[in-house]
Structure formats: C-alpha cells, structure tokens
C-alpha cells in the first residue's frame, strides 16, 4: 500500500487543482486498504451460482452485474482451485467498465491492441461468448506470455494473440474491426493505492512523455476502426494531458470520428474539457472514474464513433491440416472424447494444433503468438492435448473425467504437479474440479501422469490461508 507522504508534492498540487474540496476524499480512497475485484468468467459459470458457491465474501460492482469486489479475508483468491480453473479473474473494479462501454456483440471483429495481462481481453472474449474474432496484441513479448496464459485459463477460444507493433497492425488491418480497444500505457496515477513503484516513477515529465505515445498509439487505432466502427481509449491514470487531452488532439486530427455520449451508471464522472487548454466541449462526453465515489481505483475511457457503414470483407477460415496431423488429431478424438471441436479453422502452425478464427492469409508474416485456440501439438506422428484444449471442453465431452470436489487434497495434489493414484484405462484423463476442468492427466498402468504444464503448478501452496508474515 502507497504511504500518503510518499506522493510527491506536484502530484499532490495538481490533483488539489482538479479536485479542489474533493482532494480529502481522494486521497483517502488512494492510501485507504485496496480491495480487489473479482470477475466472474461467464465462459464458464454465470454470477449467481458463483456467488453460491463463493469462498470469499462478495458485494456487486454496480455498473458490471458478473463484477464484485471482494472483501478481505485470510484467503487467497489468485491461489484457489476456482481461480485456476477459470471462474473468474481478478480485476479491478474500474477496470471492468472497459467492456461495458466498448460493448462487444458476439461474431463482431474486436481488436484489443495492448492487451497484457488479459483482464480486459478476457472481459471482451466472456461478452463476445467466445465468437467472431477477438485480437489481442502485446508489445512486450514477456507480457504477451502472461496474456495467452490468462486467455487459456479463461477458456477462451476465439482469440489470435500477437506480439506485434501498433503500426505494424495498422498497416496490415486498416479498417478491419467493428470494436478496438486501446488501454493506453500510462503514468499510472491510479496504481498508487497498491504499487509504491507507480508513486516513485511518477514526474510531471513523465506524465507528458505517456501523452505523447498515447497520441501515436490512438492515431495508429484510428486506422484499423471500420467505417461505422468503435474505438475505446483508456488509461489508469488522473492526469488531463494523458485523458482530455489526448482525446482533444485526436479529435482535431480526426474529424471523421465523434464522442459517443455512452450510459452512465451514477458512479461514473464526465469528462472536464476545462481541464485542458480550448479543450472541445464534447470531451464531457468522456467517462471518469474515481476511487472515491465508487469501488476500483479509478480510470479514464472516451468512446468514440467512425462516421460512416461499410462492414469489411472478412474471409472465413478454412480448414487445412495436412493429412499426417489430421489423422493424428483424429485417432486422439476418437480415443479421448465424446464430442470434438468444429473443424473449421483447423491449421497447423509450427508442431501446434490451432482452430483459428481468422483466415490464415491475415495473420501471416505478423509476430504471432497464438494463432487461435491451441488444442496440442503433434510430436512424430501422435497428437498430444494442449492445456488451452482442456481449459475450454466441457467434462461432458471428454470420455475419462476425474472430477472432484474442492476439498478432496487431490485437488491440491494435481495443482501441484503430483501425479495421481487410480483405476484407469489407459489414455487421456480430464482433471476437474466440481466440473470445471484443470488439465490433462495419462493413465499408464494404474497412474495417472500429471500433464499440468509447469508453468500453471502451484508450486509453493501448502494450503489455501494467505501467509500471515
Ligand atoms: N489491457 C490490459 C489489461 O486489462 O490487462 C492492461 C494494459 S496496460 C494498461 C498497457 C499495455 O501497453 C502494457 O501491457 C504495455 O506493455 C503495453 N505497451 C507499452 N508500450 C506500448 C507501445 N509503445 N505500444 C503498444 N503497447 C504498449
């Protein structure tokens, strides 16, 4: 948590400034205790029976009916079995309005173009019920790591994943997606309550150096937004040159594109023109969120419109598995489940075994992490599952299924990477818990073989309390 006197004092003038009377309250919602939220994975479970079964202590966010924030308890809520299987994402509160606003229809073409470590992609993919195409781009490969983890722990199956340049995507996609999201790098200011790093990095030099990239950034997603499209600006942070601002000088460079004046729950702040020099008077349009006036710790979104209808040609994917890994897919299908996947989309890509959503003549020669929804690889002339594969089947579709309660410790067990005791018949095993699925496990003489990729084990948990020290 942010020490009060640790922020600088420039920071505390300008906010003083904005704020005025308010100051008091703000500061107190940014050096008060922080209290996450958690987002229920539609893909997976809807927010009643979560709520049933819920572990910690929930209340609703008010503008997002799958979002709660989570009251604090001795537990760890990134270390449950119900986190590792996807029921929901941590995420704060204000960031949850991102989708709400952006709004995505299932089979629309959606662009998130800087998307790690997935909390608002994995929204866009829940509200889209995992159909049309969702891209997410990272820049930093470490970071689009942590995305295509989170996007298969969602079950998410619907996504392209890239690790590519904002300018690179502009040139290649121009005017291809109903909806883009751009979730702007930022000083920040809205980390202060739980990152002391977001408070010593800051500086008024900083603040001018992220609207400058976040000017370049908005142009670039300008261009991929077809006519009639949607575009969402965003950013974690209070300061005006980063928020009005930056939209100001879009919208002077941009008239092809208009605020959109969108639903405001009564939490939701508007835009300050009068923060910014000649600033256009739509920019009340724009939507703030502060930490004290509602849960979250607070953004800034700006929703624009593209004048114009002209929906893009959007070639379909075909299916083109050369015959060896067709066959070896196959004779694993026939084994291990009841019911397949679709075939469209189904493409090889490396030794990986994708369904994509995206005809490949798109994606192509673009720095692609994750071509779609990865369902194994095939070594010598064998299909091995992919975890993504498991995280998004239902138990019901698979032929050998351990499904266990929460407090059964093989739970625990398998999350660890332990392998299993068990009467089995050779092959495959989904692991799940109270039906929803962990991963893969392969029976071999009486065993089974824990297939947890190691990056997923939860190495170091003893137990489900959080540590006291
Ligand atoms: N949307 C994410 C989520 O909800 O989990 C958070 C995105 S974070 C606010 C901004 C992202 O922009 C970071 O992952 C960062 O790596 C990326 N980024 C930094 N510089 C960038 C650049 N020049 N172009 C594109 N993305 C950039």
């Known amino acids: 948590m942010a020490e009060r006197l640790t922020f600088p004092a420039r920071f505390l003038e300008r906010m003083q400034t904005w704020l ?67 029921l929901y994402y941590l995420q704060d509160p204000s960031a949850m309005a991102a989708a709400l606003l952006l709004d995505p229809q299932p089979g629309e073409w959606v662009l998130d173009l800087a998307a790690a470590p997935g909390g608002k992609t994995t929204h866009l993919a829940a509200r889209m019920r995992n159909t049309g195409v969702l891209v997410a781009n990272e820049i930093h490969p470490r970071r689009a790591t942590v995305l295509a983890f989170n996007v298969e722990r969602m079950g998410v199956t619907h996504a392209v994943l890239l690790n590519e340049t904002p300018q690179r995507l502009a040139e290649r996609w121009a005017g291809l997606f109903d909806r883009v999201l751009v979730d702007a790098p930022c000083s920040g200011e809205g980390m202060f309550a739980r990152d002391p790093e977001a408070v010593r990095a800051w500086s008024v030099e900083r603040v001018r150096r992220s609207a400058g990239l976040q000017k370049a950034l908005l142009h670039e997603a300008a261009r991929l937004v077809r006519p009639g499209g949607c575009l969402l600006y965003a950013t974690c942070t209070f300061a005006p040159e980063e928020n009005e601002g930056v939209v100001d000088a879009f919208l002077k460079a941009h008239p092809d594109f208009d605020l959109v004046d969108p639903p405001r729950p009564s939490a939701f702040d508007r835009g300050h023109p009068e923060w910014v020099d000649g600033g256009d008077p739509r920019l009340v349009r724009a939507v703030r969120l502060w930490p004290h006036r509602g849960p979250g710790h607070g953004h800034f979104y700006a929703l624009l419109r593209r004048a114009g209808e002209a929906p893009p040609h959007r070639p379909r994917p075909e299916s083109d598995l050369p015959g060896r890994a067709r066959r070896a897919y196959k004779a694993f299908c026939r084994e291990a489940l009841r019911e397949a996947p679709g075939e469209d989309g189904l493409i090889l890509h490396g030794d990986g075994l994708y369904r994509t959503p995206m005809a490949p003549t798109l994606w192509r020669g673009l720095r692609v992490l994750r071509p779609g929804w990865w369902l194994g690889r095939i070594r010598k002339d064998r299909f091995e599952p992919g975890h993504a594969l498991a995280m998004a089947l239902r138990p019901e579709a698979v032929h050998q299924v351990l499904d266990l309660p929460l407090d059964d410790p093989r739970v625990l067990a398998y999350l660890r990477g332990e392998p299993l005791e068990g009467p089995w018949r050779e092959g495959w095993v989904l692991v799940a818990v109270e039906g929803f699925p962990l991963g893969w496990a392969r029976a071999d003489h009486g065993r089974l073989k824990n297939l947890l990729p190691t990056a997923v084990r939860i190495i170091r948990w003893g137990t489900l309390e959080e540590d006291r020290a």
């Open 20 to 86: 005025g009377a308010e100051i008091g309250p703000f500061l107190q919602a940014l050096t008060g205790p922080y209290r996450t939220g958690l987002r229920v994975n539609t893909l997976k479970i809807d927010p009643e029976a979560f709520r049933a079964r819920s572990p910690f202590p929930l209340s609703p966010v008010p503008w997002c009916p799958e979002g709660f924030v989570l009251e604090a308890t001795g537990l760890r809520p990134g270390r449950h079995p119900y986190h590792a299987a996807g």
